[in-house]
T-cell receptor, first 111, second 114 residues
């Protein structure tokens, strides 16, 4: 089992650019989550998908953030336009049962 | 509302010492789950353990042990004979039964000094 796969692992971009983060959940997991981790706010849930359908996007900070899950094996988190305050580590997690398995994270730096 | 408190922000120990990481939680749910995750310097979040609210038995896994006490709403984590590889940030987390929400504590940074 390859675990949750995220790409890229690191992303450095300039303010105003579009950023797309990608996630491949563990096969068979029907729930997918995007989290953001910052020093100030810790781990925050951004959005939750169940069976590819967005269930709770109340954690998405602004309209600049959007997430999609076109199929059971792929999800994207897009920031357009990006701002320096979006700099953080973004984690994707999947779950089938009770324990969430997290991906390695994408460290985003917006200059 | 749920809350997880990890009062220890940072802990430093010398290799081979035992160390206990504290976790106190608040919830109104009668059924809930408690978790510990490890975040090593490489950044990934590694699942360590899940415990449900009906099971107060302590658990041991190698050098790791967990003490769940419902009476004090605590779920403490002890590392015996610590090693440098144990250096990481450790997060305690809480989820209500049937909930997708996972409430994390702020984490405790453990440094094991050789």
């Amino acid at each position: 089992d390859a675990g949750v796969i995220q790409s890229p692992r690191h992303e450095v971009t300039e303010m105003g650019q579009e950023v797309t983060l990608r996630c491949k959940p563990i096969s068979g997991h029907n729930s997918l989550f995007w989290y953001r981790q910052t020093m100030m706010r810790g781990l925050e849930l951004l959005i939750y998908f169940n069976n590819n359908v967005p269930i709770d996007d109340s954690g998405m900070p602004e309209d600049r953030f959007s997430a999609k899950m076109p199929n059971a094996s792929f999800s994207t988190l897009k920031i357009q336009p990006s701002e320096p305050r979006d700099s953080a580590v973004y984690f994707c997690a999947s779950r089938e049962g009770l324990a969430k398995a997290f991906g390695p994270g994408t460290r985003l730096t917006v200059l | 509302a749920q809350k997880v408190t990890q009062a220890q922000t940072e802990i430093s120990v010398v290799e081979k010492e035992d160390v206990t990481l504290d976790c106190v939680y608040e919830t109104r749910d009668t059924t809930y789950y408690l978790f510990w995750y490890k975040q090593p310097p490489s950044g990934e979040l590694v699942f360590l353990i899940r415990r449900n609210s009906f099971d107060e038995q302590n658990e041991i896994s190698g050098r790791y042990s967990w003490n769940f006490q419902k009476s004090t709403s605590s779920f403490n984590f002890t590392i015996t004979a610590s090693q440098v590889v144990d250096s990481a940030v450790y997060f305690c987390a809480l989820s209500g039964a049937g909930s997708y929400q996972l409430t994390f504590g702020k984490g405790t940074k453990l440094s094991v000094i050789p």
